[in-house]
């Protein structure tokens, strides 16, 4: 296996956490599974810039801050429930939408993968404190390999749930000739998914243009943190091959590649969230050592 030397690939089909997890049952999983935030989001000010919605718990560092994926905002089942855990230990959390997301100010059409970067940098630099665990999903874990790179001593650690890293551009490359060229009249890209009504996202072609600009799995990545890869097997949006390809590119050897043979793209089940969890309270115990 090429990434035998950059990583320890764990495999998971369904967790049987055993004894050397009984111990947490501080985590109170079940209820915060089941927990909504209802409260109103702040926003982050910036001059000339979009407003970012953003929900902030102080605490303890490590703090936590999740990068939700394309499409998606901050109030989904992950977000929710690490920022259940970080409450009940007493940790910092920080979760947020892109702009022209969710809460967020921007138009959704101006979108870019650049501009989502500067609003994970803008949320880094401004709202938190101290060193950072970032998770991020599908799309957030391509940008926290940028923020990792761009902050390196901001990054404590990264955890990635089905990393999507230089996904989309690829597969756009992968497209017929002329498929590529109806788009390119048109002006968008409908990229089939099973998570709304329509059968589709729509793309823009100018974020496809632009990200080609942030690809990252062309040469090394120079992220030295401790990296945590989870990803589903049964994964048809994003291939798991992907987690394996960034755990060859980052220079960090202390890299675990973890598989849930299981596992769809959301990773929203409740194995799939107290494996996140699991992930995240071991970096904290290994960073707080």
Avoid at 143 to 157: D, F, N, Q, S, Y
């Amino acid at each position: 296996m090429a990434a035998a030397a950059a990583a320890r690939l764990l495999w998971r089909e369904s967790p049987s956490w055993g004894p050397a997890v009984a111990r947490r049952t501080r985590l109170g999983l079940p209820p915060l599974l089941g927990c909504r935030q209802k409260s109103s989001p702040s926003f982050l000010n910036r001059s000339e810039l979009p407003k970012l919605a953003y929900h902030k718990l102080k605490g303890k560092n490590p703090g936590v801050v999740f990068l939700p994926g394309l499409f998606s905002n901050m109030n989904g089942e992950k977000a929710l429930a690490l920022e259940e855990y970080c409450r009940s230990v007493g940790h910092a959390f920080v979760r947020f939408d892109y702009r022209g997301c969710g809460s967020s100010e921007g138009d959704a059409k101006e979108n870019t993968l650049g501009k989502w970067r500067k609003d994970v940098l803008s949320v880094l630099d401004e709202l938190t404190q101290g060193p950072q665990i970032l998770v991020g999903s599908s799309l957030g874990g391509w940008l926290m390999l940028h923020a990792a790179i761009a902050r390196p001593e901001k990054v404590a650690a990264l955890v990635g749930i089905a990393v999507a890293a230089d996904h989309f551009v690829s597969t756009f490359k992968q497209l017929p000739v002329e498929v590529k060229k109806e788009i390119e009249e048109k002006g968008e890209w409908k990229l089939p998914t099973k998570y709304n009504e329509e059968g589709f996202y729509t793309v823009p072609y100018p974020l496809i243009q632009e990200a080609e600009n942030h690809c990252v799995l062309s040469s090394p990545l120079p992220i030295k943190c401790p990296v945590r890869l989870i990803h589903g097997i049964k994964d048809e949006d994003v291939p798991w091959e992907i987690s394996m390809k960034v755990a060859e590119h980052v220079v960090s050897t202390d890299v675990d590649i973890i598989l849930r043979k299981g596992g769809l793209h959301r990773m929203k089940e409740k194995d799939d969230i107290r494996l996140i969890v699991y992930t995240v309270e071991d970096l904290i115990e290994q960073l707080s050592a």
